[in-house]
Structures are given as C-alpha cells and as structure tokens.
C-alpha cells in the first residue's frame, strides 16, 4: 500500500508586487528522501520495507509523497471592490522511498532496480498531481473580484472556496489513481509480486 499523505499550508499576503499565474512563471521544488532496508532477496527486502516503511497513521506503506504549499497572494482595492490581481505558490514535493544498507547480489539488483524504478514512478504521479492542483488554484482565483470590500477582507475569505473545491478533487483523483495502482493486477501489485518471487 502507498497512500500518499498531504500536508497542505496557505499563507496570503498584501504585496505590491505582481505575481503571474501561468505554468511557466511557477516551478515547484522537489525532495527525495530515503529510508534503509535490509536483505538480499525480494521477500527479505520486502519484509523489510513493512518493519521500516514510512507511517501513514498505524500503517507502514512502501513510500509516500508530502506536499507544502503556500502562497503570496497581491489583493489590490478597485474602488468598493477589491481584486485578487496575482499570485505565486511556493510549492515542495517531499518523496520518501526505499534505499537497501548494502550492495545486493547481482541477481537481486536487478529485481530491486525494477522494483524501486516502478515505484518512484508511482510517486511521480502523485506529484504530478499536486502540480496540477496548484495550477488549478491559481487558474480558479486569480482575477477573483469581490464587490463593497474596500479593505479586501471578503475576498480572502471567498477565495478559500475554489481552494477546497481544488483539494477535495484532487483527493479524488488521488485515491482512484491508488485503488486501481494497488488492486489485484495493478501496477504496485505487480511490481511487489515481482520483487517477492523472483521474475
């Protein structure tokens, strides 16, 4: 099992400054974070991973995917209204995966490389996921007008709904992503069945 697990911080500021909206004036940084197992075969190295994997509440997963996410948000007042002109993300995808303690057997390296290739592609996805997320806020509240909010109180808190609507569908398409990746046949299902027997 891989469910991902989010963190998901919002931070608004009043700058002068414009800030573009696009998918070329954002980048987001990525980290790639390991953890030890031990072993020399598939089923040693996959027991391994369920003593030592990263927790998702009570449960140990092979790897998991956190995101950060803030902003720097320029309101700026238009007469009685007030506009949300720009904004720009800072965005961190945090990937945690396996990494074996020592030099495997040729045989098993082979298995593993396999395996560990087919999984943090698996993760990649995940991330691919945030990215997009992060796009469609931006896409979704950029330009907000909110009308008799001189001050541009009402607008940040109007804004927080096309953010809710972006996590709760991102979630979604998450969780269908895991359920058909974990599934009997799936793409994480055949990768564990590979490294434990051997093909």
């Known amino acids: 099992m891989i469910p991902a697990l989010r963190n998901c911080l919002f931070a608004a500021a009043l700058l002068p400054v414009p800030f573009a909206s696009s998918a070329q004036d954002w980048q987001a940084k990525e980290v790639v ?3 030890s197992v031990s072993g020399t075969t598939g089923p040693e190295l996959y027991a391994s991973i369920g003593e030592n ?28 209204a007030c506009r949300l002109v720009s904004a720009i993300p800072f965005l961190t995808i945090t990937y945690t995966l396996p990494k074996p303690s020592s030099k495997l057997p040729a045989s098993t390296e082979t298995l593993w490389k396999t395996f560990s290739d087919g999984i943090r592609a698996h993760e990649k996805v995940h991330g691919d996921y945030v990215r997009q997320m992060t796009q469609d806020i931006l896409d979704t509240t950029v330009g907000m007008v909110v009308e008799d909010d001189p001050g ?21 398409k998450n969780r269908a992503f895991e359920e058909a990746e974990m599934a009997k046949g799936g793409n994480v299902h055949q990768l564990i069945l590979a490294l434990v027997n051997g093909r």
């Not at 009570?58 to 996410?69: E, G, Q, S």
């Open 33 to 35: 974070k390991t953890y």
């Open 53 to 80: 994997g990263p927790k998702i509440g009570p449960t140990r997963t092979i790897a998991v995917t956190n995101y950060d996410l803030k902003w720097r948000r320029n309101y700026v007042p238009e007469g009685a």
């Open 152 to 172: 541009c109180r009402k607008i940040k808190e109007q804004v927080k709904t096309p953010i809710l609507d972006a996590g709760l569908a991102y979630k979604a």
